[in-house]
């Protein structure tokens, strides 16, 4: 763990990656559980919660018969699934960013985003519980795992986005650390400073040589 100046969370720029370390990372490891859980949901709302009525033989959702819980269901696990893939590559290139301001904008926008859909979870969870509930009895020949398996994980995906808005949160009041500053601005200016003289030696040299 780096136990230097950081900005927002994070250490300068140039650290080693090791992925194990990447995938322990508490920020990580929540949106890998969100990644899961989205998936679970998409997969068993949007295509294991339909079957075939037996009396119209077509096919229906499974939630109150309606086709609006399977695809909401869909849609919220799959942007589950591509905002927590999104968010776990920028935790890739999180400690690769010099610049303060561009890591303050990425830990408001993964904050709104988790609030969002740590909500959007719950109320998915709360509305198919609520058409489970108002649904007719299906014979013992139909499997009803899946639809109760995505009511399940979108709880579950409730408390992981929640965590990570929690982890977010806390990233933001950390803040800068002006050590962070103060060392950022010594390796650039010095690294420029260093360019600048070699320059300045080459043109005295050059001169001499005249």
């Given at each position: 763990?780096?136990?230097?100046?950081?900005?927002?969370?994070a250490g300068k720029v140039g650290g080693e990656f090791n992925i194990q370390n990447f995938v322990r990372k508490p920020h990580v490891f929540v949106r890998l559980l969100s990644l899961l859980f989205g998936l679970i949901v998409y997969f068993c709302a949007s295509s294991g919660s339909w079957t075939t009525d037996v009396k119209t033989n077509e096919e229906v959702c499974m939630?109150?018969?309606?086709?609006?819980?399977?695809?909401?269901?869909?849609?919220?696990?799959?942007?589950?699934?591509?905002?927590?893939?999104?968010f776990v590559g920028g935790e890739y290139y999180f400690e690769n960013v010099p610049s303060v301001k561009s890591r303050k904008h990425y830990v408001l926008i993964d904050l709104?985003?988790?609030?969002?859909?740590?909500?959007?979870?719950?109320?998915?969870f709360i509305y198919l519980a609520d058409a489970w509930g108002n649904?007719?009895?299906?014979?013992?020949?139909?499997?009803?795992?899946?639809?109760?398996?995505?009511?399940?994980?979108?709880?579950?995906?409730?408390?992981?986005?929640?965590?990570?808005?929690?982890?977010?949160?806390?990233?933001?009041?950390m803040?800068?650390?002006?050590?962070?500053?103060s060392s950022f601005e010594a390796d650039q200016f010095?690294?420029?400073?260093?360019?600048?003289?070699?320059?300045?030696?080459?043109?005295?040299?050059?001169?001499?040589?005249?």
């Open positions: 763990m780096d136990t230097g100046p950081q900005a927002y969370g939630f109150k018969l309606k086709s609006f819980g399977c695809h909401i269901g869909g849609v919220v696990g799959f942007t589950s699934v591509i905002g927590a893939a999104v709104g985003f988790s609030c969002l859909w740590s909500f959007w979870n719950f109320l998915l649904t007719p009895d299906f014979p013992d020949s139909i499997s009803t795992a899946n639809p109760t398996t995505a009511i399940y994980f979108a709880l579950f995906a409730t408390f992981s986005w929640g965590t990570s808005a929690y982890f977010s949160y806390q990233r933001y009041n803040g800068v650390d002006p050590a962070f500053i010095g690294a420029y400073d260093e360019t600048q003289n070699n320059s300045n030696n080459e043109c005295e040299y050059q001169t001499q040589a005249y």
